[in-house]
């Protein structure tokens, strides 16, 4: 309104003033550019400048308007909920579209009203290169493309005479006319030569854009993985860069779709993709739309190089164009190049440490934490090449590098202490023995920890270990080496004897550790004053460095299974940094599923519609410190989902268990039932039990009405937020536990992301079966209308936003799901455990199996078809095509809440919450 003001005041000065009306179409455009991107706003200020201006002056604001209009169109159209709203914004998506296309036509000096054919004023491209987009986003995509052709043919003169602008549109036309092709020929697999010839095209008329660069890429990219698949022997099962001799270019003309092809195929795409990707990466910066952007060209380029540099022509694309790339485009990725630091490809092994030394060189803050980690490593081979680059840094950080290894080993020193990991260790040594007679596991097993307090305490807890234990184990070792000599097995049922009575005595010590004291559990932690170390998580090369201070002296032990520690890091600029120290749980996935959401939150606060609803994913730092545990940043003011049920129970006197003891009533044996029978025991709890916990906690923990009206607004839309990204991850292991509830704003928050890629809908004990959790509990707590009202809409606003940017997505999973980390994760949920050990023997950096290939082939398959509406294709032969987004929510939905799904898992998951 404001503006509006200024502007009526400025247009009567420029209607009096020749020289004011002179400078106002410039001033008016760039005020244009920082306005709130609303059709409604920008109508009302173009009609106060038609006062002054020409439609030809308003040519550049008008066409920014149609574009806009545009785009909210689309909006408004994936927001269909049910009949009801049908007609509304069905109607309201046509008024937004008949305003752009009405606009366009009287820039093309036409008649909106009139039915007679259009022709391309080309005089214009501007404006017939709108036209043609209008005319692609009302469906007459094939009118759009001929169109496209039309100008593309009469519009622009010899490239050697149009001005910089016509260069750069002539290329924007070049790129949209290869993807409207592209689009059309979305069910043909084959690699499409006409398509990356309009994208070359657009790169040689304008070479500083990243836009075509990134889709010349992708097409290689994808034409690569097109051949790779039907290649005799895939490039990817290369283990060695010895024999490998200089391949002969090939022509593309001469490819033909459905023939087998050679290396020389292969080979050719991933030069080009490689030096495509290089390009595209450099020419990305300035914003967090652009890091989004090269963000997805950046993973793609790993997989080529992970996948191809052992190749020697990629290799020395790879070694000329990578070095360009700037240091500071590396720091988002260093969890995937330390992962892949011990391949045993040679050329891309070499690559990837030098380029970890030059990041150790200009940001050694950035490295050294997930360094110091595959410094611990069980491979060989990866604890060599981590301790190379570790050299090279001692050579310019010694002290940050001396630093991190004692703050490093002093965590992890306190995550797990003597007494957990005997306990550990003795009860899985205990599984291996008496239930898998597998006396060598055992002995293999608990041979360490032994070699462990042979070493010698260092600690004053350490030393009370020894006091109460020594003795026994001792002993007990004593008779496990005799076994060894001699076969006989009384000597080892002895040993168990001891080993048991440790066991017994550790398990009634354990509950009392409720905390920890620096002092007697790691003093040089307690010592550490000033360090030059930062605070883990805290490296941000455009913020200020925050070091290490101090470490707080007391731990609080959280009680549950695995009893992870509370610890507070004073910071160098006066903050306490909070943390959830965890031991006996691999963090690194955890870390890996932080990046994704990252990249999920830049999409969604790019979106106008998601970014204006705050649907963003609460994310927090992890930071691992060994295999086996880790630093979680520590999330304020959140209780798990059955800490609040428990404690809401708790004073209303309603036991914790209360379905499941009527479920137990009702069938003892629920476990063994047929499906039916569950269904119809499950049923009955359900209706013998309300429900409503959830519903009431959030009420009664809400000062007034109005904060509980946005409390349990922000629950759903949080809720429908991680539903759909979840599925689209394959998240499961949704129990109350893994859900927490922000106090202060009613967000939902997901925490522990060991299952991904549906491991649990695939496991063959209680399979999950559900794509997220909603069950009625979680129902009850939204609005009186249930899922039919914030909840489907933010679905689907969601969903739509993950499909329209599903090549992103798709770039980032896919690199997770080669990662090795996730490679040996699938062998051990796949083999048994001979098997499994027979792959750990075949040494360090061995490559995942060729079983392992084919699983991860069919994950990126299955998350593809989740992108593109096709994941109910298999299920229902009807629904080949693409699913729309509003029908593939539906579907989802009604499978969250199927009872036949829900009875089936296991009770601890708690599916009658």
Not at 407 to 427: F, G, K, P, Q, Y
Request: hydrophobic share 40%; charged share 25%; proline share 5%.
């Amino acid at each position: 309104m404001v503006q509006m003001l200024s502007e009526l005041e400025e247009t009567i000065d420029a209607k009096r003033n020749p020289e004011k009306r002179r400078i106002v179409p410039s001033v008016w455009w760039n005020r244009l550019q920082g306005c709130q991107r609303s059709v409604e706003d920008w109508q009302r200020i173009l009609q106060v400048r038609s006062l002054v201006l020409t439609p030809d002056e308003m040519r550049q604001m008008l066409l920014k308007f149609a574009s806009l209009c545009r785009k909210s169109g689309k909006l408004v159209r994936l927001i269909i909920v049910d009949e009801i709203n049908l007609q509304m914004n069905t109607l309201q998506s046509t008024v937004v579209l008949a305003v752009s296309r009405r606009t366009i036509l009287t820039l093309m000096d036409c008649d909106p009203d009139s039915c007679a054919p259009i022709k391309l004023p080309f005089e214009r491209p501007e404006v017939c290169y709108a036209y043609c987009k209008q005319l692609n986003c009302e469906g007459r995509r094939d009118l759009a493309l001929s169109q496209l052709q039309l100008l593309l043919e009469y519009g622009f003169k010899k490239p050697a005479t149009l001005p910089a602008e016509l260069l750069s549109l002539k290329a924007r036309c070049f790129l949209k006319l290869g993807q409207w092709s592209e689009q059309n020929l979305i069910n043909e697999d084959s690699p499409n030569v006409e398509v990356m010839q309009h994208y070359m095209y657009a790169t040689e008329l304008d070479s500083k854009a990243y836009k075509p660069w990134n889709a010349l890429a992708c097409a290689n990219f994808n034409a690569l993985l097109y051949y790779r698949q039907r290649a005799p022997i895939p490039l990817i099962q290369c283990q060695n860069d010895s024999g490998d001799s200089p391949l002969k270019p090939l022509n593309p003309n001469l490819l033909v779709p459905g023939t087998v092809p050679d290396d020389s195929v292969i080979t050719m795409y991933a030069v080009q993709a490689v030096k495509c990707f290089c390009r595209a990466v450099m020419l990305c910066h300035g914003n967090s739309l652009q890091d989004t952007l090269r963000q997805e060209a950046f993973i793609q380029l790993l997989t080529l190089w992970f996948d191809y540099g052992h190749i020697p022509e990629v290799y020395d694309t790879l070694i000329s164009r990578i070095k360009t790339v700037r240091v500071e485009t590396w720091l988002q990725v260093i969890p995937q190049l330390i992962a892949r630091i011990d391949t045993p490809r040679h050329f891309v092994s070499h690559l990837i440490i030098e380029i970890l030394m030059d990041i150790g060189k200009n940001h050694p803050q950035a490295l050294i934490y997930p360094l110091t980690v595959a410094s611990k490593s069980s491979s060989s081979a990866r604890r060599q090449a981590a301790d190379r680059v570790l050299k090279h840094m001692s050579d310019h950080s010694p002290n940050l590098v001396q630093q991190a290894s004692m703050v490093s080993d002093e965590l992890v020193r306190v995550a797990i202490l003597w007494h957990e990991l005997w306990h550990e260790a003795l009860e899985e040594a205990s599984r291996l023995f008496f239930s898998d007679r597998n006396v060598k596991g055992m002995l293999d097993l608990l041979n360490p920890l032994h070699a462990l307090i042979e070493r010698g305490a260092t600690t004053m807890k350490e030393q009370s270990f020894n006091q109460a234990y020594y003795r026994d184990l001792k002993e007990a070792q004593e008779l496990c080496i005799k076994f060894r000599q001699r076969g006989n097995l009384r000597d080892v049922t002895q040993a168990w004897d001891l080993y048991y009575n440790v066991f017994r005595r550790i398990t009634k010590q354990l509950p009392l550790l409720s905390a920890l004291d620096l002092q007697y559990v790691s003093p040089k932690l307690l010592k550490c004053k000033n360090l030059e170390l930062a605070v883990p998580g805290t490296y941000d090369p455009s913020r200020p460095l925050v070091c290490i201070q101090s470490v707080q002296r007391s731990l609080q032990v959280i009680a549950s299974k695995q009893r992870p520690r509370k610890i507070c890091i004073n910071g160098s600029d006066g903050q306490e940094y909070w943390f959830l120290l965890k031991g006996h749980e691999d963090t690194r996935q955890d870390e890996r599923v932080m990046q994704l959401f990252g990249l999920v939150n830049t999409i969604l606060l790019q979106n106008p519609t998601t970014c204006r609803l705050n649907l963003t994913i609460q994310r927090y730092s992890v930071i691992p410190l060994s295999p086996n545990s880790g630093l979680i940043g520590w999330v304020p003011n959140c209780d798990t989902l059955h800490a609040l049920l428990r404690d809401y129970r708790e004073k209303k006197k309603i036991l914790l268990n209360l379905e499941h003891r009527i479920m137990q009533r009702v069938a003892p044996d629920y476990d063994h039932l047929p499906l039916m029978q569950k269904v119809e025991v499950f049923e009955f709890a359900l209706e013998h039990t309300p429900g409503d916990d959830l519903q009431k906690i959030l009420w009664l923990k809400s000062p007034n009405s109005e904060v509980w009206f946005d409390r349990r607004t922000n629950y759903t839309r949080s809720l429908a937020t991680m539903s759909m990204v979840g599925y689209i991850l394959g998240l499961g292991d949704r129990h109350p536990s893994n859900l927490m509830l922000e106090r202060m704003s009613g967000k939902i928050v997901h925490i522990d992301f060991g299952d991904c890629f549906e491991v649990a809908i695939n496991r063959e004990k209680f399979p999950e079966k559900i794509p997220f959790r909603l069950t009625r509990m979680l129902i009850n707590a939204m609005e009186v209308t249930g899922v039919e009202g914030n909840f489907r809409l933010t679905c689907e606003k969601v969903m739509s936003t993950l499909r329209a940017n599903r090549e992103s997505i798709m770039a980032v999973l896919e690199a997770f799901v080669y990662d090795p980390l996730f490679s040996w994760k699938l062998i051990e949920l796949s083999l048994s455990d001979d098997d499994a050990i027979s792959l750990l023997s075949g040494g360090p950096g061995f490559q995942p199996s060729e079983f392992v290939s084919r699983k991860a082939l069919d994950i990126i398959q299955r998350i593809r078809d989740k992108l593109t509406g096709r994941d109910f294709s298999s299920a229902c032969p009807t629904t080949s095509k693409s699913l729309t987004v509003q029908a593939q929510v539906d579907l989802l939905i009604q499978q969250a809440l199927s009872h036949e799904n829900l009875c089936q898992c296991y009770i601890g998951w708690c599916p009658f919450w």
